[in-house]
């Protein structure tokens, strides 16, 4: 819904036209004079903060509480925190602490994390065990998800009521060679899985790939002795994407479940899920910055240092799919942050089946999307919001406490010095595996301060919180 700007500036402390006094056993903050950058416009004010909580936006010249903490953002861009629905902190390669201090550093203020590792969250006894290892970590909001796999359909009614946001399925193994994070599951325990997720309202997300065509494809190109990248990406191909998204938009236009698309790649299933739309299907569908800002030539110069399922496209597909973010087409863009160890990406150099799939990428992912999405391409400020945080929120059912700048809503914010260029230095990766293949990349947008429930739990390189600081969200408690 959108709002008009005198609606949103009127006071909530009362006083006419300043805002009165707070009560003494709650802080107060003023962000005073940045510009807002909202999902429902762009416009110059400042943001009384009240507690956890955004009391008021005023108009830059108007009063604010005298015994409040003023921050100066004269010249800074102020976007919603960012909402990261696709993530992975498996604690032996990054744990929560170093997986959401690198959100943090990166303008997130909320992760939304798989389920694949530590244990896999299958049942309530391994939700329990991954939100007791969160609680204590996390410097950040978080939520999980929880999985899908042949086994555990029954539980997943049981999933949602303990707290999870969603639920999500392989449609294909995840790698041959190395053993599957999660197994996948068949056409008819899909279509079971969604009438259970759909009975409880319930958001069902699927990693899109055929796996009888990338099976096929892997066995095949190793018979043949591939081991170059360029292997992997003809397993895994755009046909593979395609199909296994045409056949997850079958089966929830039969069950009628809320169906997310994970890290979608090609254009061509951009419009196939535009068309769904049409046609009634509730859908949503993300991608990553991996196949915004790398393509094919990256991976052949990085070789398992890029490599992410699905694989890197071509610089077509990726100009392609960024015509579908321009036209809103594609709801939110998740990070995908997995991190390996250095041992274990080396191990495919010279055989990229043996490499792990997943880059770091949390950390950089928001400066250099709002660098390319907004100063180079056009892309709206509202737009970019509505991308990296409001959308998002509102899927998960935790809008409007989180996603947007507005009265009553968590003050969650990210503050931008969009003038103030840097590189990309691994050195400065909070992640435990430091290693991102986009070390050495310029940017003009640097993130300064990221602000947590109005406290501020980053600013200026410095995580600002202890760990624990981060708090479950699900819609049991939004």
């Known amino acids: 819904m959108r709002r008009h700007f005198s609606e949103l500036t009127k006071p909530i402390f009362g006083g006419g036209g300043s805002v009165g006094p707070s009560p003494a056993s709650s802080r107060t903050i003023v962000a005073k004079g940045g510009i807002l950058a909202t999902d429902y416009g762009v416009f110059p004010a400042s943001i009384v903060i009240h507690g956890e909580k955004i009391a008021a936006i005023i108009r ?19 976007l919603p925190g960012g909402i990261d629905p696709h993530c992975h902190f498996r604690a032996q390669t990054e744990d929560f602490l170093n997986g959401t201090m690198g959100a943090a550093a990166g303008g997130i203020t ?3 994390e798989m389920p694949q590792g530590d244990p896999p969250v299958t049942d309530p006894g391994s939700l329990r065990i991954k939100l007791r290892r969160a609680q204590a970590q996390a410097v950040v909001d978080f939520g999980l998800w929880g999985a899908v796999v042949p086994n555990n359909i029954p539980q997943i009614p049981v999933l949602f009521d303990n707290g999870v946001l969603g639920v999500k399925a392989f449609m294909a193994v995840s790698s041959t060679l190395l053993k599957p994070s999660l197994p996948p599951v068949d056409d008819a325990e899909l279509w079971l899985a969604m009438r259970t997720a759909a009975e409880v309202g319930g958001l069902l997300a699927v990693h899109a790939e055929d796996n009888a065509l990338v099976s096929f494809l892997e066995r095949w190109l190793l018979a043949q002795g591939r081991r170059d990248p360029l292997a992997h990406t003809e397993a895994r191909s755009p046909l593979a994407e395609y199909i296994a998204i045409e056949r997850a938009l079958s089966l929830a236009a039969d069950t009628g479940v809320a169906l997310h698309i994970a890290h979608l790649t090609i254009a061509s299933g951009a419009e196939k899920i535009a068309q769904a739309r049409r046609a009634g299907c509730s859908v949503s569908v993300e991608t990553c910055p991996s196949y915004l800002l790398m393509d094919l030539d990256d991976y ?7 490599k992410c399922l699905p694989p890197l496209r071509s610089r077509t597909d990726v100009e392609s799919l960024w015509d579908h973010v321009s036209r809103e087409e594609i709801d939110f863009i998740a990070s995908d942050h997995a991190p390996y160890t250095h041992e274990e990406v080396e191990a495919g150099q010279k055989d990229i089946w043996r490499a792990p799939n997943g880059v770091a990428s949390n950390q950089v992912m928001l400066p250099l999307l709002l660098d390319e999405a907004v100063n180079r391409r056009g892309l709206k400020l509202d737009a970019f919001a509505r991308l990296t945080s409001t959308n998002a929120a509102k899927r998960f059912g935790l809008y409007p406490q989180k996603g947007t700048i507005l009265p009553g809503s968590d003050a969650d914010l990210a503050i931008y010095d969009v003038h103030n260029p840097w590189t990309v230095d691994e050195r400065s990766m909070f992640s435990r595996q430091k290693r991102t293949p986009y070390h050495g990349k310029e940017c003009a947008v640097r993130l300064e301060t990221t602000i947590v429930r109005g406290v501020t739990v980053f600013n200026r390189g410095e995580i600002c919180v202890a760990s624990g600081y981060g708090r479950f969200v699900s819609r049991l408690n939004c």
């Open 300 to 306: 052949i110069r990085l070789g398992p240092y890029a």
């Open 60 to 78: 830059p010249e108007s009063d604010y509480p005298e015994e409040g903490e003023v921050i100066d953002l004269h010249g800074k861009v102020v």
């Open 110 to 112: 909320t992760v939304i």
